[in-house]
């Protein structure tokens, strides 16, 4: 397996010396391709913050944190009571260790479900989110609250991004994803983010229609290598899929 960076050096220094010593669940394909879309954002000229929703003990959420521009801010949204509450404890260390040596990380011990748009504004003002990973809850009502809390806090531009989709433990909540893209039709999945293996599941990647074009071409150009020829088919409009290994079946 090639080992993708995103060009961002902080982060690729963690993804090489780090990613996989802070305890998590979500890839390191899948961090390199959302810094890498973080790292698109800045060079043209998308600023805002990231968010997290399940920080856990921050493996993604340091990755992301590392790919922000001065003056932008972390948010990591975690209840924090699982497995354990000692899990912020955890947290902490491993984003003093790994993690930016500023202040721009805020943790944010809450229920999603509790939260606002606004709380998030107050607690990192002058900008909207850019990059939103969902990562919390997988029932329907946590999934479709915390899609709406996204999106609600989002930069026009800004990229919202689902973890655990088409996950074999939580088939359903694909439809959840798929009754809110039918409520917001303004919005659509860019990329899919293949999964590694059943703990580093597959990522949706979400944007307003417009955007979606300027996305996927940076992508493409960035990951060449790892485009899926046949796309994601969401009947009415094809996706990018990003795999480790992006081979088709052998028919002949
Ligand atoms: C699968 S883990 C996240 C993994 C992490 N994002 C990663 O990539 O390594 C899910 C997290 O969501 C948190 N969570 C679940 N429900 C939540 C809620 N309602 N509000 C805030 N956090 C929640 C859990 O405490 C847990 O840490």
């Not at 090639?2 to 963690?14: C, E, F, K, L, M």
């Not at 890498?36 to 944190?65: C, D, K, P, V």
């Not at 989110?129 to 026009?156: I, K, Q, S």
Request: aromatic share 10%; glycine share 8%.
């Amino acid at each position: 397996m090639t080992n993708i960076q995103s060009g961002i050096p902080a982060v690729d220094r963690y993804l090489d010396d780090g990613y996989l010593a802070v305890r998590g669940m979500s890839s390191r394909f899948a961090a390199a391709i959302a810094a890498t879309t973080m790292r698109i954002q800045s060079e043209n000229g998308i600023a805002g913050h990231i968010a997290e929703i399940g920080t856990f003990e921050g493996r993604f959420f340091i990755a992301l944190a590392h790919a922000l521009a001065p003056g932008e801010r972390g948010i990591g949204i975690d209840h924090f009571e699982w497995p354990d509450p000692g899990v912020i404890h955890r947290f902490k260390e491993s984003l003093a260790h790994f993690g930016p040596k500023d202040d721009r990380a805020i943790v944010l011990k809450a229920d999603s479900r509790k939260l606002t748009p606004e709380r998030l504004f107050a607690l990192a003002p002058g900008k909207r989110v850019r990059f939103f990973h969902v990562d919390g809850e997988h029932t329907p009502e946590h999934l479709l609250n915390d899609m709406t809390l996204a999106y609600g806090a989002l930069d026009p531009k800004g990229v919202i991004c689902l973890d655990d989709m088409l996950h074999p433990g939580y088939p359903l909540l694909a439809l959840t994803v798929d009754a809110f893209l039918r409520a917001h039709p303004e919005l659509r999945v860019f990329c899919i983010v293949d999964r590694e293996d059943i703990v580093a599941a597959a990522k949706f990647m979400i944007c307003r229609s417009e955007h979606v074009a300027f996305y996927e071409d940076a992508l493409m150009r960035a990951f060449p290598q790892h485009v899926w020829p046949l796309g994601a088919d969401f009947l009415a409009y094809k996706a990018l899929v990003l795999a480790i290994e992006p081979r088709l079946a052998k028919i002949d």
